[in-house]
């Protein structure tokens, strides 16, 4: 290559890694992360096929207005004794077909999920069972504008790590206990649920987004298994999000 076209051929190569760049931050997500994609979490066996009784609707007692809420009581524990028809919490190996989608609590893979935010959409067999370990999973229509898409990111950048306290102690997770990802055919445009609770908005802007993650993600009342951890499974089956 002559001295002449080495100026002209960097610009070029420069250019065509910028574009590709862009290709890859223009993805299914990833509209704030540049150079990085989410691994998505392994699919669960196709057999056998469990399919979950439609849960009872019971009054939501977390004053934020619009939050469905369903029977749970018996989990967690310190709800008191179980009652028919609540949400069923055992582990199931193959598909299940839920009758509240997104789910919000019920039978799960016995793996979770590794919590943050993916680009694509995950198993709703390993995101329930995050839900069961205190988890606020926000889910977002494909197609939603980008900008909200990047706002909901935002929005969980700015949720600090979550701090339990057990046996008097408390303790940093060092875990912020959401997990975001696109999910098609929602009820509408925004979609977050913990377990046995779910709120449905318009825009990532909702005051009630911010009310609904501080009520429920890893509250003692609300979480069937609280303080354990949502994260530390292996990649190949609990997939790597983009950030946690």
């Known amino acids: 290559m002559t001295p ?125 069972h995050n839900l069961e370990h205190g988890v606020v999973w926000i889910t977002w229509r494909p197609g939603l504008a980008r900008k909200d898409v990047a706002e909901l990111e935002r929005f969980v950048r700015r949720q600090p790590n979550v701090v339990v306290t057990i046996g008097g102690q408390r303790k940093d997770t ?8 696109p999910y098609p055919g929602l009820p509408a445009p925004i979609v977050i649920s913990s377990w046995a609770h779910q709120l449905r908005i318009d825009s990532p802007h909702d005051a009630r987004l911010q009310r609904f993650v501080d009520t429920f993600r890893q509250n003692p009342k609300y979480s069937p298994e609280y303080g354990i951890t949502c994260s530390h499974q292996p990649e190949a089956i609990a997939g790597r999000p983009v950030f946690g």
Request: aromatic share 8%.
């Open 174 to 181: 060092g875990e912020r206990y959401i997990d975001m990802s």
């Open 4 to 128: 002449a076209f080495v100026g002209p051929a960097l610009a070029a190569f420069l250019a065509g890694v910028a574009i590709g760049g862009v290709g890859v931050a223009s993805g299914a997500g990833g509209y704030l992360h540049s150079f990085a994609r989410s691994v998505a979490p392994a699919p669960v066996a196709a057999s056998p096929v469990t399919a979950e009784p439609p849960p009872i609707v019971v009054p939501d007692d977390s004053g934020i207005p619009g939050v469905l809420a369903w029977e749970t009581r018996g989990w967690p524990a310190s709800t008191g004794p179980a009652v028919p028809g609540a949400l069923p919490h055992n582990h199931a190996d193959g598909p299940i077909r839920y009758a509240v989608n997104p789910p919000a609590g019920g039978d799960h893979n016995s793996k979770w999920m590794n919590c943050g935010v993916y680009d694509d959409p995950v198993p709703n067999e390993r995101a329930g």
